[in-house]
């Protein structure tokens, strides 16, 4: 195959023309000056349209909805999460129900619903409902009743709330995998057309690095299985650390499974922000309660030292959003000598020296700009402190090296979503626009991640490249949400085409 694309606006390289031969980048530059490089070319004129290298997705989970799972995003009471919960239930022979994405900070009511809640819902068939952050769960009684018979109410009672000596139904962080564990996981089949979906979605974007987090061992061959089938897109895990860290049967860690590289393990330094679990400095301006500490310096290096005997060069990646986990995680990275091999997760409350802190350790940071528009009630979290929450021009400015995400299923996939709330500041705008992106900052974040490192335009390199349907220098940071990719080439090869236009209509003329 033999290409060459004219008339482009080539991101992050001098030119307007860019030569792809048997899969590879052959020749970048002016087109009058590509003469030699052009002879025999299929010219195709892409109208002015951005091509960009393969974008990254740096930190999302393998989640699949199940035919007993449902997605309440966006409901906005207690009143209509009964009423869709008994629906579902009603329309469907479900032996359980595992509902995911609501915000109580939607709710009219202004609470968390409770167990009663759901009792009202079915009392008989068993329900857990997760905040969309992935901190915070409700269980009905039917559940707290099959999670007993399953004998795992022992180790949830730490979880599980208690007021006036009755369960509220409120479970938080680890109690809610000690909940799921007890149900019965999808068929083999469903899971692995389920994974597959979720990475035809990324390439529809131009997602082709894929950085999987808190994945259990036995999803590792689905995520293999399902990898294969896409072809396209490349993976690496993150394993849980619950998989393992102090089982004395695990020795080692695979480098990879199949094509799924196994990258290291994922640990929790604290929660969620909106589940007031998020270990901060000072109480919430909200709540007398600083949050929840899961691990402290001393424990993360212990962990650290257990991680890199189990192979070397196996990477530790830290859950960490409040100011004072991202305090413990700089003292574990000082007492280890160093950030090599480490990352943070999220990092959303970062003052200056904190900031400052990340900077001079050189620990790569994975962000979510898009919780800048779900998070829109954070002020009331932290008060004076919501100024600090997703710093990115500061962490950028101080050389703090970040890499763009969306913690799927917690916000959308789409990387152009992320990139605009990056730009725009999303729902906290009303907050200042000092810490607001360039266009081409925020696509920086998705040009690179911790694991695969950093895509780019340049001659020798893999034809992996998207083909926007915008030019992306004269789109405004809100119109970024709309932009989407006119082809996805990868190796040289047409993998995705967009929606019909004139330009769609030549790009289908080449090689898939």
């Known amino acids: 195959m033999h290409v060459a694309l004219t008339n482009a606006d080539l991101w992050g390289v001098e030119g307007d023309t860019l030569v792809l031969r048997d899969g590879l980048i052959e020749a970048i530059g002016w087109e009058d000056s590509l003469r030699q490089a ?74 968390m619903p409770c167990i009663s809640d759901l009792d009202r819902a079915s009392e008989e068939v068993p329900i857990i409902i997760i905040r969309f952050c992935g901190h915070v769960g409700v269980i009905n009684s039917a559940m707290l009743k099959h999670v007993s018979e399953a004998g795992a109410y022992g180790r949830l009672a730490k979880y599980l709330e208690v007021r006036d000596g009755r369960p509220t139904g409120i479970v938080i962080e680890d109690g809610i995998q000690i909940v799921l564990n007890t149900l019965p996981k999808p068929s083999l089949k469903e899971r692995v057309e389920g994974v597959a979906r979720l990475l035809r979605e990324y390439l529809s974007y131009g997602v082709t690095y894929v950085n999987f987090m808190s994945v259990s061992m036995d999803e590792l061959p689905v995520i293999d299985q399902a990898v294969s089938s896409v072809e396209s897109v490349n993976v ?42 998020a270990y901060l400095r000072e109480p919430y301006s909200d709540s ?78 994975a962000v979510q700009p898009h919780f800048l528009v779900s998070d829109w009630w954070v002020e009331r979290r932290l008060g004076r402190r919501a100024r600090w929450v997703y710093p990115f021009r500061s962490m950028l400015k101080s050389g703090v090296m970040l890499h763009g995400s969306s913690d799927y ?104």
């Open 409 to 512: 299923p917690v916000e959308p996939l789409n990387p152009y979503l992320g990139m605009s709330a990056a730009c725009s500041r999303g729902m906290l705008q009303y907050l200042g626009l000092t810490e607001a992106l360039s266009v081409e900052e925020a696509l920086s974040l998705y040009l690179r991640d911790p694991f695969f490192g950093a895509t780019s335009l340049s001659g020798g390199a893999r034809a992996d490249i998207v083909i926007l349907d915008a030019r992306l220098r004269s789109v405004k940071p809100y119109d970024l949400a709309a932009v989407r990719p006119a082809a996805v080439i990868v190796g040289g090869r047409v993998k995705v085409l967009g929606v019909q236009s004139p330009l769609v209509e030549k790009l289908s003329q080449l090689p898939r």
């Open 236 to 277: 690496a895990a993150y394993v849980d650390e619950a998989d393992v860290v102090g089982r004395p049967d695990v020795r080692g860690l695979p480098s990879s499974v199949g094509r799924v590289a196994v990258a290291g393990v994922k640990t929790f330094a604290d929660g969620s922000l909106g589940g007031r679990t």
């Open 38 to 111: 052009l002879e025999g070319a299929r010219e195709v004129d892409v109208e002015g349209a951005s091509i960009i290298p393969a974008l990254h997705e740096s930190h999302a989970h393998p989640y699949v909805y199940g035919k007993h799972s449902i997605d309440l995003r966006g409901v906005r009471s207690v009143e209509e999460l009964v009423r869709i919960l008994k629906s579902f239930i009603t329309r469907g022979n479900h032996p359980y129900v595992i509902g995911r994405g609501w915000d109580h900070e939607l709710f009219k009511e202004r609470r």
């Open 288 to 365: 007398d309660t600083r949050g929840v500490l899961l691990k402290r310096s001393s424990e993360l290096l212990r962990l650290w030292e257990r991680v890199r005997g189990l192979r070397p060069g196996a990477e530790l990646a830290i859950h960490a959003i409040g100011d004072a986990a991202l305090d413990e995680v700089l003292k574990f990275i000082r007492d280890a000598g160093g950030a090599e091999g480490i990352r943070v997760e999220h990092a959303s409350l970062a003052p200056p020296d904190v900031i400052e802190g990340l900077s001079e350790s050189g620990v790569r940071v």
